[in-house]
Structure formats: structure tokens, C-alpha cells
């Protein structure tokens, strides 16, 4: 059974720093896309970030330069390093593990909050 697990969320101030993990248990994590997403109060999830299974990566328009996606396949786990963070980036933020072959798999977290206030 596919386990995935968010931590890492909390409360920062503008400008500040987080660093959001995500731990995949059941699976061989190196075969999938690995992706961040993010919903805030009464709007969609919303993508944010993905590293591919060849490592190639892509960011929303909103963090690009700020956020960076990275992954340890010896940790099974995902980093979201996030910075100079904003009031707009706060959110409840979920992992996403994908692979398209030979059947589609996709496997959600259940999320870790971050609220950016002063």
C-alpha cells in the first residue's frame, strides 16, 4: 500500500523560509513524477511544482525563482524549499505521486499548512 506524507508546514512571516518534505513508503519512488500542489480558502488546488522521473523540472509562474523541488531517492522524499515567501503562498500544500505506465497511479498526501503572516 502507497503511503505518502507531508511535513515541514507552519507559521512564517513575509519573507521568510520553509522547507516542506514528503515521504513516500510502498512503492519505488524513482518511477514516478513527483509533483507539489496547493489549495487556499475557497479557490482550487492549484500546481506549484514537479520534478520529473528524468529530473527535469517546472514551477507555476507564481514561485518560479522562489521555490525550488528537489528529491533524495535514498529518503524516498521530496523537498519544496520555499523562500521569500508571500501572504498570496499561503495554503494547504499536498505531494502528488504520478506514473502514466502502463496504467495511471496517482497518490496524494493529505497535506501540510502554510500560513505566510506577520
Known amino acids: 500500500q502507497v503511503q505518502v506524507k507531508e511535513s515541514g508546514g507552519g507559521l512564517v512571516q513575509p519573507g521568510g523560509s520553509l522547507r516542506l518534505s514528503c515521504v513516500a513508503s510502498g512503492t519505488d519512488f524513482r518511477m514516478y513524477d513527483l509533483a507539489w500542489y496547493r489549495q487556499a480558502p475557497g479557490k482550487q488546488r492549484e500546481f506549484v511544482a514537479i520534478?520529473?522521473?528524468?529530473?527535469?523540472?517546472n514551477y507555476a509562474d507564481s514561485v518560479k525563482g522562489r521555490f525550488t523541488i528537489s528529491r533524495d531517492f535514498a529518503k524516498n522524499t521530496v523537498f519544496l524549499q520555499m523562500n521569500t515567501l508571500e501572504p498570496e503562498d499561503t495554503a494547504v500544500y499536498y505531494c502528488?505521486?504520478?506514473?502514466?505506465?502502463?496504467?495511471?497511479?496517482?497518490?496524494w498526501g493529505q497535506g501540510t499548512q502554510v500560513t505566510v503572516s506577520s
Open positions: 502528488n505521486l504520478y506514473i502514466g505506465i502502463p496504467t495511471v497511479q496517482r497518490y
Open positions: 520534478i520529473t522521473s528524468e529530473g527535469s523540472t
